[in-house]
Each structure stands twice: as C-alpha cells, then as structure tokens.
C-alpha cells in the first residue's frame, strides 16, 4: 500500500519554463510534508518544507503548494535551470511526540532541457 | 562540520554471507533510519531508531538487523543475504521533537549479491 504516489516517473522541461512535480498522500495522519533531491551517487538533499497549517511555502525559485482536502501537494520550480534535473522524491511524515520518520513517495526524474 | 557518512559505499557480496553496511554520525541526533532505494518503489524504510538501545522495523524489515549501542552508529545487517537485497541503501539521521523532520542522508552504499 503506497503511502506517497508521484504518478510521474519522469518530466521533461525547457530551461526557463516553469516545473511542477506532484504528489498524492493517503494517510490522514501526515502533517509534515517535504521534498528532496537527488543527484545520481548522492544521498538525497533536503529541499523544501510544508507544515499542514498551512497551503504554501516559498523559498527562492522553489514554492510547495499542498491542498489538505485533496491529500495533494506540489513543487513548482520557476525558472527552470539545467542544475534542477535530478530525481526528486516527495516525503511525508506523522507529527508525533518525538516519533517521527519519512514515507517517500517513488520519485519523479526531472529533466531541464537547454 | 557535523555529517554523515556511510562505510563501504560499493559491496560486491556472495548469497548466504553476512554483510555489516557501515552508518556514523556527527550531528548527535537520536533518530537514524535505513532506507533502500528501489527503481519503482523509491525509498523504503527498512529499521529506525530513536536513540540508544531503541530499534524498529520498517516496512521491509525482513532478512534485516540493527541495533544501536550509541548515539553516532546505526549499523545494517544482512543476516543471510539474498539476491533480492541487491540495492542502494542511505542511512538517515534526524533530531527529535516536534519541530519537525528534516532528515539528512548519507551518500549511499551500492550493495550487489552475486
């Protein structure tokens, strides 16, 4: 039972346009979202945050949106740059008093075209 | 600077032998987490932690042993490994509380069963 689906395995977009990775949860119990990213023979890095109070978060090129009543949420990466292809993999997590780890959904591979 | 490193990082290993996958951390966090990465099932949980001589299975915990005998080590292993075990695993860390869950990756160890 997946937890996290991205439904995207892969995306491709043009350098400058904008991208939009999604990501579908089914556990009520999620209230901590985040996104990494993966370059090929790395860890995945920390990219960005949402707390389910509230709907968006922005940090530089990169926004999450989450919509609570559809158990969606997405990243916009705007511009596009050749550095942002990698696998991106969206995360989620219960808040529980000192109980806490990351289900991950199956990741999307971006690919920024030049 | 506090990091996180995995030992070996490639491991060529033959079915039926035991393998001890190396995690250590400098950032004094109470949470560690093994994952594997999978092409189509993204990361999988396979033990965690919440600090000394706590463990805990995952959702793929089966033919897996941890155990944690201080704060910085969390090591993986394979009892008796099998072919299917083939994968790349990260080993996380992360603090604890309520401020939520950003976890920080090592950079992996490709694990092949010949």
């Known amino acids: 039972d997946q937890q996290v689906k991205q439904n995207s395995p892969s995306l491709s977009v043009q350098e400058g346009r904008i991208s939009i990775l999604n990501c579908d949860y089914t556990n009520s119990m999620f209230d901590y979202f985040l996104w990494y990213k993966k370059y090929p023979a790395e860890g995945p890095t920390f990219l960005i945050s949402?707390?389910?109070?509230?709907d968006k978060n922005e940090d530089g090129r990169f926004t999450v949106f989450l919509n609570k009543s559809a158990k969606h949420l997405s990243l916009h990466i705007v511009p596009s740059q050749p550095g942002d292809s990698a696998v991106y993999f969206c995360?989620?997590?219960?808040?529980?008093?000192?109980?806490?780890?990351?289900?991950f959904g199956q990741g999307t591979r971006l690919t920024i075209n030049p | 600077d506090a990091e996180i490193t995995q030992s070996p990082r490639h491991k060529i290993t033959e079915t039926g032998r035991q393998v001890t996958l190396a995690c250590h951390q400098t950032w004094n966090h109470n949470n560690m987490f093994w994952y594997r990465q999978d092409l189509g099932h993204g990361l999988r949980l396979i033990h965690y932690?919440?600090?000394?001589?706590?463990?805990n299975k995952g959702e793929v915990s089966d033919g897996y042993s941890v155990s944690r005998s201080n704060t910085e080590d969390l090591p993986l292993t394979l009892e008796s490994a099998a072919s299917s075990q083939t994968s790349v695993y990260f080993c996380?860390?992360?603090?604890?509380?309520?401020?939520?869950?950003?976890?920080?990756f090592g950079q992996g160890t490709r694990l092949t069963v010949v």
């Open positions: 932690s919440y600090g000394v001589q706590d463990t």
């Open positions: 995360a989620a997590s219960p808040i529980i008093q000192g109980a806490q780890k990351l289900v």
């Open positions: 949402i707390s389910s109070i509230k």
């Open positions: 996380a860390s992360s603090e604890s509380g309520d401020r939520g869950t950003e976890a920080f």
